[in-house]
């Protein structure tokens, strides 16, 4: 059965110092993966989409790796702030057109202390 | 731009009513509309599908019959909680794709999410 983990962990981490959520998958072939950022009792906010035919993607402090290989995405967060604590889901699309489903990851919860 | 609204942001309701929500995109037009649930430290269980003017597309499990969706416009889904009971206490988020200035077509953009307590 297709399967999406994250760590279920939470992550403490010093503010300044680099964050790192793994995202593994087994039984999907995504053509894209997507990562998000949730607050308690709020909707996911969409942070980065990397392709299959994409290595890495950066945008300001985060930065998005993909290896199909490994079925595995790693999500980092540098120069980390407690401003970025929350829960950060990543998500697979189910192959196909643009507007087909997501199936979300457990999420990991990270936790910037100052 | 590609703002998506909730309505209501919660809501209380007795055991046995339905209980209505409301998913909105604010400036753009949403020809996918998904709704999710999410319980407490858990992950978002998509429920169902709907494209504007068609028939949702429920998940494997979820009861088209209890929960009804309607996508009657390219700006408007609603979620009717038939019959609620207590175990469908839960956090309901809605999201929308669409097109439009603003959007692009694999993001999707999720409403603030709805608070159902049944009692």
């Known amino acids: 059965s297709q399967k999406i983990e994250q760590n279920s962990e939470a992550l403490n981490i010093q503010e300044g110092k680099t964050a790192t959520l793994t995202c593994n998958y087994t039984n999907y072939s995504p053509a894209y993966l997507q990562w998000y950022r949730q607050d308690p009792g709020r909707g996911p906010v969409f942070l980065l989409l990397?392709?299959?035919?994409?290595k890495e993607k950066r945008k300001e402090r985060l930065k998005v790796t993909f290896d199909t290989t490994l079925k595995q995405s790693l999500f980092h967060i540098t120069a980390s702030q407690p401003a970025d604590s929350a829960t950060y889901l990543c998500?697979?699309?189910?192959?196909?057109?643009?507007?087909?489903?997501?199936?979300f990851g457990g999420g990991t919860r990270v936790l910037v202390k100052p | 731009g590609a703002v998506v609204s909730q309505h209501p942001s919660w809501v209380i309701c007795k055991s046995g009513t339905s209980v209505k929500i409301e998913c909105r995109s604010l400036d753009f037009q949403a020809t996918t509309m998904f709704w999710y649930r999410q319980f407490p430290k858990q992950s978002l269980m998509l429920m169902a599908t709907?494209?504007?003017?068609?028939?949702?597309?429920?998940e494997q499990g979820v009861e088209k019959d209890k929960f009804l969706i309607n996508h009657a416009s390219l700006t408007l889904s609603t979620l009717t909680v038939t019959s609620a009971h207590p175990e469908d206490s839960s956090f309901y988020i809605c999201?929308?794709?669409?097109?439009?200035?603003?959007?692009?077509?694999?993001?999707?953009?999720f409403g603030p999410g709805t608070r159902l307590t049944v009692t």
């Open positions: 998500a697979l699309d189910s192959r196909g057109a643009a507007g087909n489903k997501l199936t």
């Open positions: 709907s494209n504007e003017g068609s028939k949702a597309t429920y």
């Open positions: 990397i392709r299959e035919n994409e």
């Open positions: 999201s929308a794709r669409g097109t439009g200035a603003g959007t692009n077509s694999y993001e999707q953009y």
